[in-house]
Every structure is written in C-alpha cells, then in structure tokens.
C-alpha cells in the first residue's frame, strides 16, 4: 500500500511485518523514531507475541538480542553512532556466535565533537565486525531490506546491519509502499535456527576456542560473508518477483555503459549524484554512478566487472579513516587490483554537511581533467582550519578545538553581518 | 525404600546422614537422579568453591524447574574451566557471551521464553533462566546490566559466585573485595597493605534496594540452605538474586581442603551474613551457631598473612572484628535480634 510517511516509520513498519519476536530498545538520535513506533505496534497488538524490552544502554540491547536469539526467537534491535560503540564488544559477540540479529543503524556521525548529523562514521567503524552491512539508498529501499535482512541473517546465521542515512532517510516523508502481510509471510519464512538453546537437546554455545581452530573459526565467519555474496542477489530476486520491486542486491550501476568516469557511493547520496551525473550527461559528458548497496560483504568481483571500461573512479564516502583517507576508497582499490585506473577519494558530507549538485560538479569535472587531488574534502572551509593550525603553531595553550573553532565561526560571522 | 522417622536433634546437626531424612528433605546432591549439570572433567582447581557452589546451584535448579533449564554464563573461572575447547563439562542448555553482560543475555533468553509460552497458548514459560558470574562480572563490570534487569523485573535469576576478586585474570582486586586482602593489584606493601579500607560494595543490599522479589546469600558450606534457597528462587517469578560465598584456594593462599571450613568461618563470624529478603525486606537471617573471632578466618588464608607475621597488626584485626560485629547486629546474626537493614516496599511489584 502506498503511504507517504517518514523513513523511520517505514522501517518500523516493515519490521512489523517481518514478525519480529523479541525487539530491544535504546534511544539514540536518530534512531529514535523506528523504535518508538514498534513499542507502540507492540502494545497496540498489532505485533503479536513479541516482546518489546526497553534496556538501559545499547550494550544491554545488543546483549538481550544475543540471549534471545540464542534462545531462537526473531529479534530486531536499532542504533546509531555513540549507541553502535557503546554496544561494540556485543556486536562482534553477535557474529562471532553466528546469531542472526537485525540492527538498523541511523548512520550519524562520532564524537568528539559530539555531532548528531549524518555521516557513515558509525557503520565502517564497525566493517571488520563480521555483520552483513548493506546500506539503503531510499526509504523504500530501507523497508524492502529489513524485510531482506530477515531473511538473509536466517539463512546464513549471521547478523545483518541495515545502514540508512540519519536524518536525510529517517526522519524525511516519502511515498513509501508497504506490503502485506501475505507477501511478507510468502516471502519470509518463520525463524528457523541452526542453534538454540533448548532444554530438550542441550548445546554449549560460546565456548572458549584457543589457537588449535581459532584460524578456523574465523575463517569460517569470511566463508560465509563470500556465501552472502551469492545469497544477497538471490534474495533481491527472489523479492523482486513477490514486491515487483528492485531492491537491494550487491551494487547498483547507473548511466555505466561507456561511462570514462565512474562516481562510487554509498547511500542516500547516491540521489543527488545521479541527478548530477543526469546534468552533466545532457552536457555530453561520458560519466556514471556505482551503488554500493553491499559493504560487507565486498562485492569485489561484481565492482570490478562494473567497473571494466570506466578510466578513472571517483570514490565519495561520507567517512574518514583518519590518517590515511578513504575507508570505502582503499576496498574499491582493492577490487580493482592490477587494472591501470586512476582513483580518487572524495571525502564529503563529514556530520551532516550537505554535498550540493554544484560542489559535485565542480569535483566531477575536475576528476575529469585529472586534476583532483588524490584525496580530497570537499567544500573544506580551508579559512577555519588554516586559523586553528595556526593558532596550535603559534600558542602552547591553544584551548578546546570545537571551541575554538565555533568562536572563529561567530567571528566571521559577525564580520559578515 | 522406606525411611526412618528422625529425631530433632539429628536434623538440626551438620552430620545427618541423608538415608535417615525424609525423601523431601534430602539434598539434590545425594539423589542418585542429580543431573550433574556440571560434570566432571572441567579444570577448576583442587577445592574450588566456585565449581563446587555452581554445580549445587545448578543441579537444585535444574530438579526445581523439571529440567527445563537455560544457563548463561559471564566470562570468569567457571567459564573457563567449564569449557575447553573442544569439550564441554555443562549437561543443561548454556551460554557464554560476554564478561559484562550475562543478566541482559539471560533477559533475552527468558524474553524468547515467553514469546515461545505464548505461542504455544500457555501463560507462563516453561523454560527458566539463570545468569551466573563471578563477583568482578557481577559488581563491577555486568553491574549495569545486572541492575537493569533487577529494575524490570524481568523473569531471571541472577547467581553470583563470590571470590572476592578477578580470579579467572590471576587475582586482581574486584569491589568484593575484603579490605586488607593482598591481590596483585593490591600488595602487601607500603604503608597501607593490602586492599584499602572503607571501599567495597555490597550487591545484595543493593539488589535489595531495586524492591525485587527475591534475594538471598548463601554459602558452600551449607548445601541445604543453598538448594532450599536455589528451589525457593525457582518457585518465583521476576528478578530474583542468589549471592554465594565461594572461596578460592589459589586466590586466597588456602589450603584446598579447606574450602568449606573457610566459607563456614566467614558465617560464623558474621564476615559473611547469611539471609533472605523479600521485595526489600530481610525475612530470614541464618543464625550464628557458635560465634568464632575473626582471627580463626584470617589466620588460614595467606592474602591476610601480613597481618600476622611476627609482628601482628592488632589494630586491623580489631577493624576486622568491629566489621563482623557490626553485620551481626545489622542483619541480627545471634540470639534473637532482629535484622535492622532493609527496604520495606508497600507496593510489591
Ligand atoms: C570486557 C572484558 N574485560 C576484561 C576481561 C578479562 N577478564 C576475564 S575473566 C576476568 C575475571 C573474572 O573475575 P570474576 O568475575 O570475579 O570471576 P572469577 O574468575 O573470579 O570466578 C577478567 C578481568 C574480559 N574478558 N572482558
Ligand atoms: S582460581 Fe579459584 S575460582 Fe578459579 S578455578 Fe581455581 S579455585 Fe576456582
Ligand atoms: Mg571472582
């Protein structure tokens, strides 16, 4: 059914649909609004036999999921930024048990300075923990992949992390189709475990492993995240067939044909890019767009397929690895190993920045003409960082840098003004 | 097989022999059909209270609630001992998830519980939970999770093995901690050895405080009052705390042979209060039998050896003695006094 709604409510109801039996709840912004509709689905009854546990920190909510998926029931829970580090040593818990969690994470960005905007510093810092990450480009995208992460965490049994952008996705109103029920049900099976806690067959689960099969074990978490690269597409096809939509799958090529410059993004930008990359085609010019709409697993051979004909590639990630540059850049390096392409790291949107059509024209074009930097910032306001540098060079005790920085900005200002 | 009707002074001493009590009031442990949760071949060492306390618990347990039992463990000495790759020692459904969060894992557990009773059209789950740790997963590290399950009352009963310190990491001061101890965080040496005085924290009080419906301590030294306490929890439902008292041959310098005697001093002292509560409220007190000195305690461990030597420290003996004396009076551990610490709750939850 058509509904215009916000994202958050979107995903609530989606989840709904996929039957979840135990939800944990923390607030953090801005998760907030997909957890307080299902608390209010739950009591309403319109989730039938769930429970809906209100924990006192996102590492009690990461936990209780890993008790009560153990225990084999469908379990959701959801966070974002400051809440996905405070659950940290739960979450690589979770798949290193194997236990098949789904976990929305409202990308935002990591403090300090603490920052409740949008950026995907929350989820890559999380790339290494062994969950599925995919990452939805719209709000019809976020609904149609909790229904797919059900199903693909149950499959594998391995934990599946929904990444969608704070804010932009959550918190914006947009034409949504929600299924039914029955497409839901034909298209989701109930949960059936590969472990469970059962009085009537008794396991040990979560036993210590020393350096005799630990190499093993480990290596058996990468197998099936190498298993999730097969499953994923199949997933998305087979949910295609059920919805009648295109959703999820490993990457998403837009305008790629012939196109000498490829754009690489995660996420809701993706958006904006196509549309400039719709701009900059009526101009003639020979460029296009890669989704990725699977992060963990890589999709290493379906970028280097995609990518086969593009000359140079644009990384834009809304994430840094402080020290070094790109965190999505250095994987897509990495697909394309031995090719002779050049690639450049544009690192945008850092907390809730907007990444304009003009800024993305403006780098687009200078990627073009090779003469982008290999990595760059965009629209860095080069005016503040020069002055704090500056100040740090000159100053032993420069002070508090957020502080600093927002006085230079109340400064400028009111210079302006 | 019939029994034969006892006499009161035999049931009243520590040397009755099963075969003469009642069916009922037999222990778990002299059943031949005890389900040995925790079998043998783990590697806990030679007199450990820990194994010993977790498998009295656990079996009392697994008999209370007709087998349909879900263990979760915290990361610690039982843990560890209880499952060396590739073997296990533990017969019931278990878990081990993390260091810090074994009472929130047991919340999921138990929540799954329900969502299964439900479907299945019946009121209440079959299936029961326990959470179990040492005192560093306990009053430290899972305390967050510990008092936020306690707080929702949620269906769990939370046990804590008491050791008074991280032994599972080579005896580091936890805040079990008895002042004075020497640990490898807290040495003997300087002017102030050992553990400092006046920090510490008592978690039953403080479970007691959240108003839930069922706390107690006990000890390894009484197997009945321990499984009398173990089936009472299993009777109930909501958040519910059993803290046992389990010494530690390796952390405390004891002797292996003397785990026992060790856990029955700190009672009789008064070191160690033995009681229950109900939704706040002290509702039974294990009574001192014969009062015994402190000294009698700290003399057979040698993380309180510095206190003796050739030069005794009289006055933190002293502070020591004052400590027990006080419990006696607080929680009124001789003759008929009364305990006088509590949190009376109007309102049950
Ligand atoms: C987050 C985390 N911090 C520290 C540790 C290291 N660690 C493992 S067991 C343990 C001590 C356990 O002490 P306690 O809970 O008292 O149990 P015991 O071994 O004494 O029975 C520590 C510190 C850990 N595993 N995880
Ligand atoms: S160190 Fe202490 S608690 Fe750990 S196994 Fe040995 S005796 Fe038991
Ligand atoms: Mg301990």
Redesign the pocket.
Known sequence: MLKQCEGSHAVAEAVALSRPEVICAYPISPQTHIVEGLGEMVKAGDIKNCEYINVESEFAAMSVAIGSSAAGARTYTATASQGLLFMVEAVYNASGLGLPIVMTVANRAIGAPINIWNDHSDSMSQRDCGWIQIFAETNQEAADLHIQAFKLAEELSLPVMVCMDGFILTHAYERVDIPTQEQVDKFLPPYSPRQVLDPAAPVSIGAMVGPEAFSEVRYLAHAKQMQALELIPKIASEFQEIFGRDSGGLVRPYMLEDAETVVIALGSVLGTIKDTIDEMRADGISIGVLGINSFRPFPVSAIRRALSHAKRIVVLEKSLAVGIGGIVATDVRMALDGLDKRIYTVVAGLGGRNITRSSLHRVFRMAMHDQLEALHFLDLEWSIVNKELDRERTTRRSGPIAENILRDLGQTKSNVG | MGHQDVKFYQTGTFTVGNRLLPPEQRSVQSEIERTNSLNCGH?????????LGARYAIDAAMRATNNQLVAVNAT???E??STPYPETSWQIPWIHSLFGNAAAVATGVAAAAKVRARKAGQQLPEVRVIAQG?DGGTTDIGFGCLSGMFERNDDVLYIC?D?QAY??TG?QRSSATPPAARTATTMPVGEHPGNDWGQGKNVPLIAMAHGIPYVATASVSDLRDLEYKVKKAMSMRGARYIHIF???????GSASHDTIKLARLAKETGLFPVFEAEYGEVTNVSKIRQKQPVEAYLRLQRRFAHLFGKKPQVELIARFQAMADQNIHKFGLLGNDKAVVGFPDSEHK
């Not at chain 2, 590697?43 to 194994?51: D, F, K, L, M, V």
């Not at chain 2, 389990?246 to 405390?252: F, M, R, S």
């Open positions: 590697r806990a060492c030679q007199g450990c209270g820990e194994a610690g000495c039982l560890v001992f040492g093995y050791n032994m599972n005896v389990v010494p530690c041959p390796l952390g405390w």
